[in-house]
């Protein structure tokens, strides 16, 4: 099992950049493929990005496409998505997740979320 944490969601202008942070518990987080999700409020949860267990591997969703990575840090047990030219309806609340195997939909094990406002 693992316990997921976000961090460094806060208020941003348009076109500005935050970095997300999701730490993981454990001794088995390298075996974990890692995924962003956002869900904006009166929507759906919807896949932003996900890394392989060795974060050679990446995939983005079209709507941040070239805006946003995704890397991580197996040592340091973290996941991060890096956001830049951020647009308002990037606001959302922003979860990592973790899965078993490569997916964009079937996660096991979720954060609480950590909210990103971005202003026009």
């Known amino acids: 099992q693992v316990h997921l944490v976000e961090s460094g969601g806060g208020l941003v202008q348009a076109g500005g950049s935050l970095r997300l942070s999701c730490a993981a518990s454990?001794?088995?987080?390298?075996?974990?493929?890692m995924g962003w999700f956002r869900q904006a409020p009166g929507k759906e949860r919807e896949f932003v990005a996900v890394?392989?267990?060795?974060?050679?591997?990446?995939l983005f969703s079209n709507s941040v496409k070239g805006r946003f990575t995704i890397s991580r840090d197996n040592a340091k047990n973290t996941v991060y998505l890096q956001m830049n030219s951020l647009k308002p309806e990037d606001t959302a609340v922003y979860y990592c997740?973790?899965?078993?195997?490569?997916?964009?939909?079937?996660?096991?094990?979720w954060g609480q979320g950590t909210q990103v406002t971005v202003s026009s």
């Open positions: 997740a973790a899965a078993f195997k490569w997916t964009l939909t079937e996660y096991d094990y």
């Open positions: 454990g001794r088995t987080f390298s075996s974990y493929v």
């Open positions: 890394t392989s267990r060795s974060g050679s591997s990446t």
